[in-house]
């Protein structure tokens, strides 16, 4: 477990987990993700492997450029790739309760 699981653990979070899909085993977190890039260090969420796997391929999908220097277009990416995991996981959500109110 990463030491940044630790910390959000003795912070009185018992619970951390993914902020797009709610995994919360252990070895699946990844820890925290710099959803704005590493210029801000501060902004943190925290993700599982598969989720920040799916962010990162399609930052990495972006010229070296827009990478290094965080141009609009690696912030229209980002945010277009995180609107994306998080939809996703709303419709799951969706279904899920849909199934549920027929009595199942
Ligand atoms: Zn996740």
């Not at 979070?13 to 990844?30: G, K, M, Q, S, V």
């Not at 925290?32 to 920040?52: A, F, M, R, S, V």
């Not at 990162?56 to 994306?84: C, F, M, W």
């Amino acid at each position: 477990m990463k030491k940044e699981i630790y910390r959000n653990i003795l912070d009185g979070n018992t619970r951390p987990c993914c902020f797009y899909c709610e995994e919360d085993h252990p070895a699946a977190l990844d820890g925290y993700h710099h959803y704005e890039g590493k210029l801000y260090p501060d902004d943190e969420i925290l993700t599982c492997k598969n989720c920040h796997a799916k962010i990162t391929s399609d930052q990495n999908n972006l010229p070296t450029k827009s990478r290094a220097t965080h141009d609009e277009a690696y912030y229209l990416v980002t945010i277009g790739a995180h609107l994306e995991t998080i939809g996703k996981n709303l419709k799951e959500c969706g279904f899920v309760r849909a199934e549920n109110d027929r009595g199942y």
